[in-house]
């Protein structure tokens, strides 16, 4: 390489460098079924939030089983139930990309 | 910035930054068992329609020790066979996870990688004695070079073909006017091409990429048919038979991995045929009605609910080399 860095493990091989991409974590949290929850967060300017959501159940066999709704401003989201107003408890994963990435 | 530590990359993303965390690599879940599969055909149906065949799939479960929820990445076992996260749950620091699978073949087991963040204390024990260490302000890990820094060389956006069947008329109906008793499957329930890709960058060869994308979407279909026939009572009065016959089935939504392409597609995770038929008389001797009720001649799981496709919002998919780690 010409420029940039290079991280090697301990057995040699390339764990990690400046040709690589990767998301940041902001938040994992816990969400409770037909609940909504809204949280900010400090991000600079060229920051994208994404958010990734998780079922925690068994797949019901009686009824519909709801993914909480995501909506993302800026640098807030808010995740909750449908407009039927059911959500299904979720595993919410907040990541973070900033840059061209 | 004025202190600290931040590294972008070739194209000028964050990469290395002492506010946020690096997702690190806490290890591989293990392999529980899986249910021995299911949804090669109907349940309750002994016929043998040629459409009585179903795309089948198996459920694994997994788990590992964490403090923290992890974020899974699915290194498939075959990649000719679509995966998906159907849940993770948890007791304690407990962590399992039941990853549904296309088709029959129980020993396509996939691999499980866990990622967290570096302050998640099962990790340390994982890491080498030397490396590159990054710390925030209130002294958290952001990154730590001996835990294997997630590197995502594509993501991306997955959506779903809202009807998962293969029949080319689309999803089944409901038909009346069949003869009473009729009940003959006539709709193709398999979900093999009802597909949709994405492209993915890196040129890693498909056997060695891992994704993260949880199985979020869900279809229910069901086939009806109706059938009647009117006869004569006792006394002279009409008699009305009923018969319904109906075939279901629950999706769930599951991914494959191809050079270059992220696909989409569906994979049958419940399903049963049922069947009941009724009789009624009415206007016979003395005017007097009589209705015999629902009566079930075959016993059936009962439909989840009304046909109907959820969860279809498009789903943010992540790629990683699994050789990395």
Redesign the interface.
Known sequence: MSQGFNLFSQAGGLTYSTLDTTWFLLSTFLLAANTSTTRSYAIPNSGLIRVQVQMINTPPASTEDYAPIVSISGNSITVGPNSTGTSSASIITVLLSVGAG | MSFGLQ???????????DV????HFLGKASYVSNDGGNCARFYGYNNEDPQNVLSGRVVYSFTIQSG??P??FIKPGNVAYGYG?????NSGSTWYF?VIQTGLVTTAIPSLYCFV?ANVAELASTG?????QVRGPDSRITFD??F??????S?GTSTVIVCPVDDNRGCPSITSGHSFRYSNLDWDFTSENKITTAPIAGGIAASNMMF?C???G?SVQRRVQNGYKKSCGLLGSPQHHYSTAQWWV?Y?NVFRLQAGTFVSGWAP??QSYQYWEKITESGGFLGISADSGDSSYVTG??L??LP?T??I?PN?F?IADAL?Y
């Open positions: 590294v972008n990359n070739a194209s000028g993303s964050l990469l290395v930054s946020y965390e690096t997702l923290t929820p974020v899974v996260l159907l849940r993770e749950y039941d963040n080498g004695s030397y490396g590159l070079s001996r294997l820094p997630l590197a995502l060389p993501t993260s949880p199985s979020l869900q629950i769930r995770y419940q799981n009962t989840p609910y109907k959820i969860n919002d943010t992540m990395r």
